[in-house]
């Protein structure tokens, strides 16, 4: 998350969707910079709960330019793993006490068994949706509440139009490409499936296919 009052901006960071690169650009026109303490200031705190905290501090939300950003759920769900690395019970790098990095956790089994971590409820999920734009954007009415929404695959252009849109000048670092390999080679049809029916809103958002880039 970033945000400016100066500027008028909100940023929501969606996981693995180039937020990092997104919020090194806001960097230095940003007043608050996310950290995970308090939670409505974590990194990927979804948009419902800043419009609660802006509520709470007496902002007026409707007066920000709010934006996240999206990515091909099926590339991103490879990136999520590669990048958490879960073991054979679904803990991933960062839950050190649980964590046995010596036994991986497949990752067809990871798409139907993996866990994800709910924000609002400060709880893990049974299932990966807090990794989807429906969970970073819409509030329990599901209205959308951001007003522009960067594509992973065509950032740099959109960064450019981000511009425009706020009035500034973003430097926005060289996104470090994946270490994994093409991520059409991790699925079977079965956790093609699982993607599209628990991602639907992602998929029907950006126009997304399995096997585009």
């Not at 939670?39 to 990927?44: D, E």
């Not at 068994?113 to 807090?130: E, F, Q, Y």
């Not at 430097?171 to 079965?190: A, G, S, V």
């Amino acid at each position: 998350m970033r945000l400016s009052h100066k500027h008028k901006f909100v940023f929501i960071g969606k996981p693995r969707s180039g937020d990092t690169t997104i919020r090194q650009a806001l960097d230095p026109y940003s007043d608050i910079v996310s950290t995970d303490k308090p939670r409505y200031n974590h990194p990927h705190v979804p948009a419902s709960m800043v419009q609660q905290h802006f509520e709470r501090m007496g902002w007026d939300w409707n007066s920000y330019f709010k934006f996240t950003s999206v990515r091909n759920p099926w590339d991103m769900l490879v990136s999520v793993y590669s990048f958490g690395n879960p073991d054979h019970n679904g803990f991933y790098f960062w839950e050190k006490q649980q964590y046995n990095p010596n036994k991986k956790m497949p990752f067809t089994e990871w798409i139907t068994k993996g866990k994800s971590w709910d924000i609002k409820a400060g709880k893990h999920l049974t299932d990966l949706s807090a990794y989807s734009l429906s969970y970073s954007a819409l509030d329990e009415d599901n209205t959308f509440l951001v007003d522009y929404v960067i594509r992973f695959e065509t950032l740099e252009s959109d960064v450019t139009l981000l511009e425009s849109l706020l009035g500034l000048k973003l430097n926005c670092p060289k996104i470090e490409q994946d270490k994994h390999n093409d991520y059409t080679n991790y699925y079977n049809q079965e956790s093609i499936d699982r993607v599209a029916n628990l991602f639907w809103y992602d998929i029907k958002y950006g126009n997304y296919k399995f096997g585009m880039a």
